[in-house]
């Protein structure tokens, strides 16, 4: 992946703004990848969270993950382990991971007479190049194909169209964040100064409906991108590893 030269004021104001943005953000899922494995993991990618087993990693169900390539797509192995779920398999350049938990539990939340049923959907795509890809997730977030000196363009899409006016959340290891929107065709442009992982992550509700025999009223979707940058200014540290939480 190429970087994105910046000029030395906007250096210095992207790493001033770490005092201002920090790394608030949800719990999200997200690929990472090393020479070794591949591993999804649900916490907060900018705050050095990894939930656990047994702990908050146990409401997951099932996570259903595929390689993508040229040839099209093959089912992976999600092995549950203390911290994560094992891939049993990596991404070559060119290539992508996705998983997708559409089995995690819907909660419900009473307010006077009221329940509201809510169905939570978290998915994560990781990819190891910029090339254009097509969307494979419910609510989906992945690379144009288009980069330039103002940086990445991504799409997000929604069961299988582009989203436009989305939320985009970016985030480093290190806790620096950014959010976006993205346009009338689901598009926005995101500049990775440093190098290492990045994860992007989009989020979009919808209203009521049927998972099999169960009712919902609302559905909530969160989907992450992790791009790997490997050119550019000096990474930042990672931030503290923070304590997995216990099952409420």
């Excluded at 169900?61 to 049993?88: C, D, I, M, R, W």
């Excluded at 254009?132 to 419910?138: A, C, D, F, G, K």
């Excluded at 169209?161 to 989305?166: E, K, N, S, T, Y």
């Amino acid at each position: 992946m190429t970087s994105n030269t910046l000029p030395a004021f906007r250096t210095i104001a992207l790493i001033s703004s770490l005092l201002l943005l920090g790394s608030a953000q949800a719990h999200h899922v997200w690929i990472e990848q090393d020479a070794k494995e591949a591993k999804l993991y649900f916490g907060e990618f900018g705050g050095n969270l990894r939930e656990a087993s047994p702990g908050l990693l146990d409401k997951f169900v099932k996570p259903v993950a595929h390689k993508l390539t040229a040839k099209g797509s093959e089912p992976l192995q999600a092995v549950k382990t203390a911290n994560g779920f094992a891939l049993s398999a990596l991404a070559a350049r060119g290539e992508a991971l996705v998983a997708e938990d559409a089995a995690y539990p819907i909660s419900e939340r009473k307010e006077g007479d009221k329940t509201t049923r809510s169905l939570y959907t978290p998915a994560a795509r990781l990819v190891t190049d910029y090339g254009r890809q097509e969307p494979r997730l419910t609510l989906d977030l992945l690379p144009t194909g288009k980069q330039d000196k103002d940086g990445v363009e991504v799409q997000a899409f929604y069961k299988g169209q582009p989203l436009p006016g989305a939320k985009v959340g970016l985030v480093t290891a290190a806790g620096w964040g950014q959010e976006h929107n993205t346009d009338e065709q689901g598009k926005l442009t995101v500049n990775l100064p440093w190098k290492g992982s990045y994860v992007l992550e989009v989020k979009h509700t919808d209203g009521a409906g049927e998972r099999g025999a169960e009712k919902y009223d609302r559905a909530s979707y969160v989907t992450s991108l992790t791009v790997m940058q490997s050119e550019g200014l000096a990474a930042l540290p990672a931030a503290p590893a923070a304590t997995p939480n216990k099952m409420n």
